[in-house]
Nanobody, 116 residues
């Protein structure tokens, strides 16, 4: 089992920055990818950014150049640095992890609100 706990959400003005953190615990060695998804009110959950154990990163087009995903492999934390935030980035952000055996794990989410 893997447990994921997000932190760092909050209210920010458009153009501002936030950094989300996701602390992973449990069977960390079995993970081969981690990342962030988000779900805005009335919309489906969507991919924001992912990073594999090999360091390959993927971003949704809407956040390229503004968001950056990174990991601290010593502390087992994945970060999402979000810059130049826009009102349309408002959503609940969920930490995600995928094991080598195809299991998906999710955190409970952290709310990011961007005011115009």
């Amino acid at each position: 089992q893997v447990q994921l706990v997000e932190s760092g959400g909050g209210l920010v003005q458009a153009g501002g920055s936030l950094r989300l953190s996701c602390a992973a615990s449990g069977s960390i060695a079995r993970l081969n990818a981690m990342g962030w998804y988000r779900q805005a009110p009335g919309k489906q959950r969507e991919l924001v950014a992912t990073i594999t154990s090999g360091g390959s990163m993927q971003y949704d087009d809407s956040v390229k150049g503004r968001f950056a995903i990174s990991t601290d492999n010593v502390k087992n934390i994945v970060y999402l640095q979000m810059n130049n935030l826009k009102p349309e980035d408002t959503a609940v952000y969920y930490c995600y992890a995928k094991s080598r055996y195809g299991m998906d794990y999710w955190g409970k989410g952290t709310l990011v609100t961007v005011s115009s």
